[in-house]
């Protein structure tokens, strides 16, 4: 099984429908990130919590909210997605020494809106 | 604040060529810096880092980056590129003791048989 889950690999949503994202570890981390990808935008962070008490605020976090169920469990959630949303989302753990080890990525979620 | 600029979305090399892949970097404080690849379909997998010590840290898959601070750039390469070779890099810079990253924009790389 892979150390960094995320469920669903694809989706195609109706604008103004809500969407959650989610995201699962093993590694045993306490931090986690959620990413978006663009073309030619690289990633840009849209929530990251240190652990279970904290969540904070990416570059990117109007229109999404997330919640840190448990160690191992953060989602993303689109409450009402639109078209502009459709992007590559990736969730990312890292221990508390992130910097020096990095993160581990998840394989993905492709998210439409259409 | 810090940011990573990658220069060249798009690099072609022919197989057995150099691959040198651009990334400069700013930070106001110490950085930390990585290289990450993306396959199609999957996620980033960490190439290799930089966070003290030697400045030319050796990678997976026989890339190696070189840490110049005069130059604040943290350039990647591999002597002889193989098809595998062929995805997406991105270079991200973590300053000390801030543990987000910010990543470039990233450089598509195309091996040319």
């Known amino acids: 099984d892979a150390d960094v889950t995320q469920t669903p690999r694809n989706r195609i949503t109706k604008t103004g429908k809500r969407i959650m994202l989610e995201c699962s570890q093993t590694k045993g981390h306490d931090r986690m990130y959620w990413y978006r990808q663009d073309p030619g935008l690289g990633l840009q962070l849209i929530y990251y919590s240190f652990d279970v008490k904290d969540i904070n605020k990416g570059e990117i976090s109007d229109g999404y909210s997330v919640s840190r169920q448990a160690q191992a469990k953060f989602s993303l959630s689109l409450e009402s997605a639109i078209p502009n949303q459709t992007a590559l989302y990736f969730c990312?753990?890292?221990?508390?020494?992130?910097?020096?080890?990095?993160?581990?990525f998840g394989s993905g979620t492709r998210l439409t809106v259409v | 604040a810090q940011s990573v600029t990658q220069l060249g979305s798009h690099v072609s090399v022919s197989e057995g060529a150099l691959v040198l892949l651009r990334c400069n970097y700013s930070?106001?404080?110490?950085?930390?810096l990585f290289w990450y690849v993306q396959y199609p379909n999957q996620g980033l997998q960490l190439l290799l880092k930089y966070t003290t010590g030697a400045t030319l840290v050796k990678g997976i898959n026989g890339f190696e980056a070189e840490f110049k601070k005069s130059e604040t750039s943290f350039h990647l390469t591999k002597p002889s590129a193989h098809m595998s070779d062929a995805a997406e890099y991105f270079c991200?810079?973590?300053?000390?003791?801030?543990?987000?990253?910010?990543f470039g924009t990233g450089t598509r790389l195309t091996i040319i048989p």
């Open positions: 930070s106001s404080v110490p950085p930390y």
């Open positions: 990312a753990t890292s221990d508390s020494t992130g910097n020096t080890y990095g993160y581990t």
């Open positions: 991200a810079v973590s300053p000390f003791g801030n543990e987000k990253l910010t």
